[in-house]
C-alpha cells in the first residue's frame, strides 16, 4: 500500500537547522509530488511548500522562502525538508503528503505520520 | 492568501444525529472554466495525520462512509455527517487548493454530546 514513513521527533536549539526525511513506498516515486505542511501547537495546518521528485523542481511559499530547501534522493525513494534558521515559531509536528496525479489536483492523501521538531534553549 | 474560516469552533452532537461544519473562503475557489471546487474536508484524530475525507468540495474519497458529504460553490462550503458514529470524533478541517500559498481552516472540534 501507499505509504510515507517520516524521521523521528528532534530537539534543536535556536538558529540552528534541522532535516526531515519522508520515504516513500507502494507507488513510483517519481510520479506523484510530495509536499510539506506543519502543524504548531494549537494552530491550524501550514503548507510549505512541494517538490517534484521526478525533476527536483520546488515550490515554496513565500513565507519560508529562504529558509526551507526540499530535495529528493531517487535512489532511495525519499524527499527531504530542510529549514534553517529555527526559531521558537517554528516548533511544530512536520508533514508530508502526496498530491494525485492531476496537475490541478493539490489536495493530500496519503500523510506521513509526522515528525515533531521542537525548538528550545 | 485565501483565508479559510470554519464555523463552529467545536460541536456537540449526539449519536445519530446530524452534524454540520462550515468553512468560508475570503476570495472563491470556483475555478470557472471548469466548474470546479477546489476545496478538500480532511479529518484528524488525536495523534494522527490528517485523513483526506472529500475533494472537489463533494467527492468522496474511497473507502469513506456516506454518512460523510460535502456541499458548497464559491467561497461557501458545508461537511455534513449525516448520522453521528462513536469514531467520528475528531478534528475536521477544510483545506483550498485554487492557489498558493494552499490554506487551511482553523478546525472544528467534533465531540459526542
Known amino acids: 500500500q501507499v505509504q510515507l514513513v517520516q524521521s523521528g521527533a528532534e530537539v534543536k536549539k535556536p538558529g540552528a537547522s534541522v532535516k526531515v526525511s519522508c520515504k516513500a513506498s507502494?507507488?513510483?516515486?517519481?510520479?506523484?509530488?510530495i509536499h510539506w505542511m506543519r502543524q504548531a501547537p494549537g494552530q491550524r495546518l501550514e503548507w510549505m511548500g512541494s517538490?517534484?521528485?521526478?525533476?527536483?523542481?520546488?515550490s515554496y511559499a513565500h513565507k519560508f522562502q529562504g529558509r526551507v530547501t526540499m530535495t529528493r534522493d531517487t535512489s532511495t525513494s525519499t524527499v527531504y525538508m530542510e529549514l534553517s534558521s529555527l526559531r521558537s515559531d517554528d516548533t511544530a509536528v512536520y508533514y508530508c503528503?502526496?498530491?494525485?496525479?492531476?496537475?490541478?489536483?493539490?489536495?493530500?492523501?496519503?500523510w506521513g505520520q509526522g515528525a515533531l521538531v521542537t525548538v528550545s534553549s | 492568501d485565501n483565508v479559510m474560516t470554519q464555523s463552529p469552533d467545536s460541536l456537540a452532537v449526539s449519536l445519530g444525529e446530524r452534524a454540520t461544519i462550515n468553512c468560508k473562503s475570503s476570495?472563491?475557489?470556483?475555478?470557472?472554466?471548469?466548474?470546479?471546487?477546489?476545496l478538500a474536508w480532511y479529518q484528524q484524530k488525536p495523534g494522527q495525520p490528517p485523513k483526506l475525507l472529500i475533494y472537489?468540495?463533494?467527492t468522496r474519497e474511497s473507502g469513506v462512509p456516506d454518512r460523510f458529504s460535502g456541499s458548497g460553490s464559491g467561497t461557501d462550503f458545508t461537511l455534513t455527517i449525516s448520522s453521528l458514529q462513536p469514531e467520528d470524533v475528531a478534528v475536521y478541517y477544510c483545506?483550498?487548493?485554487?492557489?498558493?500559498?494552499?490554506?487551511f481552516g482553523q478546525g472544528t472540534k467534533l465531540e459526542i454530546k
Open positions: 517538490i517534484n521528485p521526478s525533476g527536483g523542481s520546488t
Open positions: 483545506q483550498q487548493y485554487y492557489g498558493t500559498p494552499y490554506t
Open positions: 503528503a502526496r498530491r494525485p496525479d492531476d496537475w490541478s489536483a493539490n489536495w493530500f492523501d496519503p
Open positions: 507502494g507507488y513510483t516515486f517519481t510520479s506523484y509530488y
Open positions: 476570495q472563491s475557489v470556483l475555478y470557472s472554466s471548469n466548474n470546479k471546487n477546489y
Open positions: 472537489w468540495a463533494s
